[in-house]
């Protein structure tokens, strides 16, 4: 394939795809989750382990009483690569302002 097509097979890809990322992209972001809430940090946590098993991936919740939840989302390859993904599940704005 060339780089040209490529693209364009990308491209029709994430096309398809917008109005379902911009949807769930609403639907996280509308999760009030300020650092000093741990309600919604492991409510935000909870939304992206629910998203990630609806893809098959394996989820790891861990539990802080403190902080709130954090997750570890795992996607299974054929090869030998490996990448690494980290966010952080907390904002920096205070309830009632999402």
């Known amino acids: 394939m060339s780089r040209s097509s490529d693209a364009a097979s990308l491209s029709a890809y994430l096309e398809a795809r917008q109005a379902t990322y911009l949807e769930e992209l609403r639907q996280l972001c509308a999760i009030e989750c300020p ?23 394996d989820t790891q919740v861990f539990s802080d009483d403190t902080a709130g939840d954090s997750v570890v989302v795992t996607v299974r390859g054929a090869g030998r690569l490996r990448a690494l993904l980290v966010a952080h599940l907390d904002t920096v704005y205070p309830v009632g302002v999402a």
Not at 35 to 57: M, P, Q
């Open 35 to 57: 650092t000093d809430s741990k309600a919604g940090v492991s409510e935000a946590a909870a939304w992206v382990r629910r998203w990630a098993e609806r893809r098959d991936w």
